[in-house]
Nanobody, 117 residues
């Protein structure tokens, strides 16, 4: 599975961005896709996930502001980020969990999100 993440950029506090994660390869094996982020000096943390069944989960800091969704026809998962705060500044990574016998983690390249005035 190959993942291509894009959509990051510079946005003012209170603004919005939409990240996209396009998957290719053995996508039939994917059981869940998620967005993670890593701020400077901090550990990578989960932001939001969506399962193949459509179940979503969000980290507390982003609940009510971020929405994860998918377009199966385009093999793409989105992260709509609204009401952005400076603390949302981080490199955002797309992750997919595939079931190939055992569960396997796939990572896309990061995309930088900077929230600053």
């Amino acid at each position: 599975v190959q993942l291509q993440a894009y959509g990051g950029g510079l946005v003012q506090p209170g603004g919005s961005l939409r990240l996209s994660c396009a998957a290719s390869g053995s996508i039939f094996s994917i059981v869940a896709v998620g967005w993670y982020r890593q701020a400077p000096g901090k550990q990578r943390e989960s932001v939001a996930t969506i399962t193949s069944g459509g179940v979503t989960n969000y980290a507390d800091p982003v609940k009510g502001r971020f929405t994860i969704s998918r377009n199966n026809a385009k093999n793409t998962v989105y992260l709509q980020m609204n009401s952005l705060k400076s603390e949302d500044t981080a490199v955002y990574y797309c992750n997919a969990v595939g079931r190939v016998g055992a569960l396997v983690n796939y990572w896309g390249q990061g995309t930088q999100v900077t929230v600053s005035s």
